[in-house]
């Protein structure tokens, strides 16, 4: 009962301590054209992976590492500095190492070996500096629109590039930063590791999987971008907005997902 105690208290601690990264996550995850609209759902998923191994779980010896006592401290350190100034990506990614350390030093290494997968897939959840999610998203963009004007002059459609802006004869179309991938590219990279997780190889095969995901995103979306604007020049802009603009989201997402799951099967 006092270990249960001991374990109730660490927590009661933790999740007072990280309240304000908590509240920010949550205001980042449920933000208007969010890229992290899918951070709710990661806590929810590691639990999952946890559970799977629950037997496994069952069967080992909690012993308490001393390792675990110096990550909590880390990471509470980088968490009150964060705080101080405000830096909640930081603080966000300093609640991993003070979970890492909670578990080290209750359970000890061989259970921390278990769930070290479903304590790092949490970082999913932790939202990008808005300067870097820029940074990146003007990156994709630019690349998408130029692929984009590329792929349809080969189809026999005229098009030039200025900026993120394709122009064809009778339409023009704008890549703009929610059309540029990122969103498709973090959640894809969170169910690579996923699928990665669980294949069944040779760490390198497992690796490469996972890295397979970042150039499938990167050129799925480059097919939505050709499939949209080929559509405003054949049929006409208002056929590239609402619903087949919002579906051609899904089908991209969809395509990708079948690239990395008969990548992973290759693989195995």
Request: a positive charge.
């Amino acid at each position: 009962m006092k270990n249960y105690l001991k374990h109730f208290l660490a927590g009661i601690i933790f999740l007072l301590a990280y309240a304000p990264t908590f509240v920010w996550m949550w205001d980042r995850w449920f933000a208007r054209d969010s890229y992290y609209s899918h951070g709710i759902l990661v806590p929810f998923v590691s639990l999952f992976l946890i559970w799977q191994r629950r037997e496994e779980l069952k069967k080992m010896k909690p012993a308490e590492s001393g390792v675990g006592l110096w990550l909590i401290i880390l990471g509470f350190l980088v968490h009150v500095f964060s705080s101080l100034f405000r830096v909640y990506f930081l603080s966000g990614f300093s609640m991993l190492f003070v979970l890492a350390g909670l578990i080290l030093f209750f359970w000890g290494a061989g259970v921390f070996k278990k769930v070290a997968f479903p304590v790092a897939f949490l970082v999913f959840m932790i939202p990008l500096p808005l300067v870097v999610i820029s940074n990146i998203s003007f990156r994709l963009k630019m690349f998408a629109a130029e692929v984009g004007k590329i792929i349809l002059n080969q189809m026999g459609i005229l098009a030039k590039r200025e900026g993120s802006i394709i122009y064809m004869r009778h339409a023009q179309v704008v890549v703009e930063d929610v059309c540029s991938g990122l969103r498709s590219l973090i959640s894809l990279t969170a169910l690579g590791s996923i699928f990665a997780y669980w294949m069944r190889g040779h760490i390198a095969k497992r690796l490469f999987l996972f890295l397979t995901t970042i150039p499938i995103a990167i050129v799925t979306n480059a097919c939505r971008v050709i499939l949209l604007s080929a559509i405003s020049e054949i049929w006409g802009p208002q056929y590239a907005t609402g619903f087949i603009h919002d579906l051609s989201g899904f089908m991209v997402f969809g395509l990708a997902f079948i690239l990395l799951y008969s990548v992973g099967k290759l693989l195995e």
